[in-house]
């Protein structure tokens, strides 16, 4: 098990937006995560690397317990890659600066060695090319796909996907989609929260449907998209079906 | 009264001085910038810490020394401090008020600044494994400081006119210089020379500031 | 003595503060006299010149950019200096009360026709457009439909630049003006203590601090998306 997350709870004040959620991920599966807005599959998501602290519950990721004071979690963070619906991109330097940040000082790579190490994660996604441009200089889809690379470089075990491409036009939606198949046919063990539901079916071992802060149900992509058991997966997935 | 005001006997006499006095107030100035920037990354970072105990403080101290007049808190240290016991001359006493002084103004403009960068930023750079000491210093900084540059220049700008304020305190710096000869030649052209000096020197960083901040104020 | 009973002595000597704490007050008197002064003086003519500016007519607008420029550059305490012992020299003799309020009010004048004239320059063409294409004429429309939407955007710079300037007047203490510090320093003279000082510098929290907590609240109010 790469990612075994066990009885998270999320208290935002008074909201309570984890209930109670047991998420346990093997060694290059790709879970899908779905569900309403609200529901708390971001919450979930950011639990993993701990952007987000859970109430109560355990978090251990590749072994490492994220919640134990003593965790070095800087260093444990270099294991788990997240790329985010926005991008978050480093405005003031170029792609390969961006990629290579962390890999000059968390892994504290010389600094040809990271540039190597970022020009060949970038190669990985297509973008060589633009390693000199800024951020401002590239669309949506290319500079989701350099925070892909940014996370890559760092070689993680896990890969965390918030909402990648919700923020994108629907014309670059593909070249993005096209770079996660890619990392998963590598063998990347991903989690992805996502509303695209053609790549879920074509693509994941396993689907996830959170509802209220729960894990309602979840199964192979076939049977929660043509037989959910449950009458709110139901209702959720005849609503998307819709669309 | 060209003969009153640009008296050219006087200019040339009072010249050597009052370059001396600049080279006194560009002296000064490079001490409490840099001072004063340092002063306000400290606060600006402190503002960060959620603790009642370090905000409520931390917005008093900013206030007290935003609401406190710089030439009062210069003499205040400057007659005080010597019935204490602590002497510590014109150049002391100027540093450590402007340090206060300008220091709260500095605070204030980097904690807008870092307020300004997208929370998104500090969460990438986390996730990426780097510290919080290194987000703040490589990712978010520099953005900060970026957005606030306008209002930086425009403090340093009022912190290099402070410098006058050293002529109370018998600094010799370029206003003291001018009065100095004001008084022995009782003509008014030394201050008019200085005035000069002045403009000649910040000038440039008025007009500058003029077109950053009319540009600010469209994009807003 | 101890050494704290000492250092009461010294900074907080009752004798000294009863003594000189009606001079002090009488000082705030004049402070805040000559901060009114300034404020609305400044204030006020900074927005004429704006609005004098939106004329267009250029050799008045270079030489008003130009003076704008130099009341910006230099320091005050110079501007006060050059009025109160220049000035004579050509038989007008100001008194250091005017001498400050003039020099102070010509600073703000300066900085606040810039942040007006930003602020009007800021409201978007359409606006002008719109209201000339109903029928307004030019004065009506800057006075009705611009300003108003300028003002907003000069709220926040404005109060901070104001609330700088009218600590200025502190400076009229460097050419006899009786306001807070100028009291405040004949007395630790007259005493050989220091106590007046600590008066003084407690009249002007008294007087700023409302100001600056009031300033602050009214930046949040009516501070945009930066």
């Not at chain 3, 230099?74 to 220049?86: A, E, K, M, N």
Request: proline share 5%; aromatic share 8%; net charge positive.
């Amino acid at each position: 098990m790469i990612v075994e997350a066990r009885g998270l709870h999320k208290h935002f004040g008074a909201l309570h937006v984890l209930k109670g959620v047991d998420l346990l991920v093997a060694e290059r599966e790709l879970v899908f995560v779905i569900g309403p807005s609200g529901s708390g599959k971001s919450t979930l998501l950011r639990c993993l690397n701990r952007l987000e602290e859970p109430t109560s519950g355990s978090v251990v990721i590749d072994g490492i317990d994220l919640l134990d004071r003593r965790t070095d979690i800087n260093r444990a963070r270099q294991r788990i890659g997240m790329v985010f619906q926005s991008f978050n991109l480093y405005p003031h330097m170029t792609a390969l600066g961006n990629v290579t940040l962390a890999l000059r000082k968390v892994a504290g790579k010389p600094r040809d060695e990271a540039e190597a190490l970022g020009l060949a994660a970038l190669d990985r996604v297509g973008l060589r090319d633009r390693a000199g441009h800024t951020p401002g200089q590239l669309s949506g889809g290319q500079a989701q796909r350099v925070a892909i690379a940014r996370a890559i470089a760092l070689e993680p075990r896990v890969m965390l996907f918030d909402e990648p491409t919700s923020a994108l036009d629907p014309e670059l939606v593909g070249s993005v989609l096209a770079v996660m198949r890619e990392l998963r046919e590598s063998g990347m063990t991903m989690v992805v929260v996502s509303h695209e539901m053609g790549f879920a079916r074509a693509a994941a071992d396993r689907v996830v449907f959170m509802d209220d802060g729960l894990i309602v149900e979840q199964g192979s992509p076939g049977a929660i998209f043509e037989a959910p058991l449950h009458a709110r997966t139901q209702a959720f997935i005849s609503q998307i079906q819709r669309h | 009264m060209l003969d009153t005001f640009f008296n050219v006997e006087i200019m040339r006499a009072a010249w050597p001085i009052l370059l001396a006095g600049l080279g006194n107030t560009l002296l000064l100035s490079a001490t409490v910038v840099p001072l004063g920037l340092a002063g306000g990354l400290i606060l600006a970072l402190l503002a960060r810490i959620r603790s009642r105990w370090v905000r409520w403080p931390l917005i008093a101290w900013v206030d007290f020394f935003r609401a406190f007049p710089p030439l009062v808190l210069l003499i205040f240290l400057y007659a005080g401090l010597p019935f204490a016991g602590i002497e510590l001359g014109g150049f002391g006493c100027v540093a450590i008020a402007f340090f206060l002084n300008t220091g709260a103004y500095y605070g204030e403009i980097l904690r807008a600044g870092i307020d300004s960068v997208p929370s998104g930023q500090a969460e990438a750079a986390r996730s990426t494994g780097l510290s919080r000491g290194q987000t703040m210093a490589y990712v978010v900084l520099p953005q900060a400081v970026r957005n606030v540059l306008p209002d930086l220049m425009s403090n340093t700008l009022e912190v290099v006119k402070l410098t006058a304020l050293g002529s109370v305190v018998a600094m010799p710096e370029l206003l003291f210089q001018a009065r100095q000869a004001q008084s022995l030649t009782y003509n008014p052209t030394p201050i008019v020379v200085a005035a000069l000096i002045y403009f000649a020197l910040l000038w440039p960083l008025v007009r500058l500031l003029s077109r950053l901040e009319n540009r600010a104020l469209r994009a807003g | 003595m101890t050494g704290w009973e000492r250092f009461l002595d010294t900074f907080f000597n009752a004798r000294v503060l009863a003594k000189y704490w009606p001079d002090i007050l009488l000082g705030m008197v004049v402070t805040v006299e000559l901060a009114v002064l300034v404020v609305i003086t400044g204030l006020a003519s900074g927005l004429m010149l704006a609005l004098l500016r939106t004329l267009g007519v250029r050799p008045f607008n270079w030489l008003l950019i130009f003076v704008v420029d130099v009341l910006r550059a230099l320091p005050p305490l110079v501007i006060i200096v050059l009025i109160y012992f220049g000035l004579p020299s050509v038989n007008i003799v100001p008194s250091g009360f005017v001498a400050t309020w003039a020099a102070l009010a010509l600073v703000l004048m300066a900085f606040a026709e810039e942040i007006f004239w930003a602020g009007i320059t800021a409201v978007p063409r359409g606006q002008w457009e719109a209201a000339r294409s109903t029928g307004l004429s030019f004065g009506q429309t800057l006075l009705g439909v611009v300003l108003p939407q300028a003002l907003r955007l000069t709220i926040p710079p404005l109060t901070s630049r104001t609330i700088a300037i009218t600590k200025g007047t502190a400076l009229g203490s460097v050419v006899a003006v009786s306001e807070i510090l100028g009291q405040a320093s004949s007395a630790v003279s007259n005493s050989y203590n220091p106590s007046p000082l600590m008066l003084g510098a407690a009249a002007y929290l008294v007087l700023f601090i409302p100001v600056v907590v009031a300033g602050r609240w009214v930046e949040t109010r009516f501070a945009w998306k930066r």
